[in-house]
């Protein structure tokens, strides 16, 4: 893992759809903010061998290219190109943004369809521009919730540290035009389910593959068939972001509102373990795609 510009893990769902997962650089994020309300004696022997002399953790900036009969949707678009070097330096940005990544990785941003991004965070919608202020994915609709477009323009002060509003403010009007209210399928196959937890408006990403069964000779597609095991990829944002955030009551300092987190993940947790998903973490450098296994009131991440 961790070659930049390269597809660094990809699957086929079934029916046309495939998904694969591209790395648009990395960055570090304070280890203790990352473990929220969890003492520091649980999680010191986790990171061990990655905290740096700053006490940092390195994050990657994991994106997915889902590709159906459809279309074209790319999950989360990272810190992308128009960071100064303070700022650079500040993060420890390293890496390719995601146009270039994507474009290494053999996808040309011009045929993304729809840009589905889990929440407004500076890590997670810094790429929806080039550098020069263009539209990075020119004729993709981009796709949010309703609620996290009105909460990023926020004036509490909180709110103005975790959004690059200045930033935001360039892609409102486009963000705006395609805004989502709670549930909402994309594209067949591939759906956003509101979440909250992280933040106000966060959602997660689940992407499934065309249902093929085999009955009395004949190949059968619909919904009411069993999915196959390897058939659903789902990506839960910052709700996800490391394999101890399979634990629903690890939650980040950076979370909103850490009971609504505790509650949502509790719930799509157990969903995801119950049908076998595949998940993809969103900030993991190592080993980011996974299952989740029920474990006593919590449950562990597997890597696959
Ligand atoms: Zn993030």
């Known amino acids: ?152 323009f926020d004036e509490n002060s909180r709110i103005v540290a975790s959004y690059d509003q200045l930033e935001l403010r360039l892609v409102r009007e486009w963000g705006e035009a395609s805004w989502v209210d709670g549930e909402a399928e994309l594209i067949p196959g591939v759906s956003v389910i509101r979440t909250g937890g992280h933040s106000s408006g966060h959602q997660a990403i689940v992407v499934r593959g065309a249902t093929r069964a085999i009955v009395g000779g004949h190949t059968l ?27 629903p009551r690890w939650v980040t300092a950076f979370d909103d509102f850490p009971l609504a987190s505790v509650e949502v993940k509790g719930e799509l947790f157990a969903r995801a373990a119950k049908d076998a998903w595949t998940i993809v973490l969103s900030h993991e450098p190592r080993t980011p795609v996974g299952r989740l296994v029920a474990d006593r009131d919590r449950f562990r991440f597997e890597p696959v």
């Open 221 to 247: 597609r619909g919904g009411t068939l069993p999915r196959s095991a390897s058939g659903t990829v789902a990506f839960f944002g910052d709700l996800g972001m490391r394999p101890w955030s399979a634990n």
């Open 1 to 152: 893992m961790g070659i930049n510009g390269a597809v660094e893990w990809s699957t086929d769902l079934g029916g046309g759809t495939h998904v694969a997962l591209v790395q648009a650089g990395t960055f570090r994020s304070d280890a203790g903010a990352l473990f929220g309300p969890v003492p520091r004696i649980l999680w010191d022997r986790l990171v061990t061998d990655e905290i740096d002399h700053d006490h940092r953790l390195l994050q990657a900036l994991n994106c997915l290219l889902v590709e159906t009969p459809a279309g074209r949707v790319l999950i989360e678009t990272g810190i992308g190109e128009r960071v100064n070097d303070k700022v650079r330096e500040m993060r420890d940005y390293e890496g390719m943004p995601i146009v270039p990544a994507l474009t290494a990785a053999g996808f040309s941003p011009g045929t993304v369809d729809v840009v589905a991004m889990s929440h407004l965070h500076f890590d997670h919608a810094g790429g929806l521009l080039r550098a020069d202020g263009s539209k990075a994915f020119p004729r993709a609709r981009i796709i949010a919730q309703r609620a996290e477009w009105e909460v990023a």
